[in-house]
């Protein structure tokens, strides 16, 4: 199973799971779910936004997505945009 995420001030993605998990928490440890786990990293940019916003890209065999909505880009586009966008697979249909 593939778990994706940003690591946090918690620290690895990995290791916020093992803790969630623990006895005082979960009644069963991670490593006993009977499940392969894969912890995949998301890059994460923080966009324009009041409130705030996100843009994410998950690049997985070869193959990338980008999943960057809701930014509000004024008179120009959001800078941090455009490199995160550079280079996605586009789909066969748009």
């Known amino acids: 199973m593939a778990i994706c995420g ?22 069963v440890p991670l490593e006993n779910i009977g499940v392969t786990f894969r912890f995949q990293h998301l890059d994460l940019t923080d966009y324009t936004h009041p409130g705030g916003a996100y843009g994410y890209r998950i690049s997985e065999r070869g193959k990338t997505l980008v999943y960057c909505t809701d930014t509000e880009h004024g008179d120009t586009i959001d800078p941090d945009v455009v490199p995160l966008s550079r280079n996605w697979d586009r789909p066969a249909r748009l």
């Open 6 to 27: 940003v690591d946090g001030a918690g620290g690895k993605l990995k290791r916020v799971f093992e803790a969630q998990m623990q006895s005082e928490f979960f009644p």
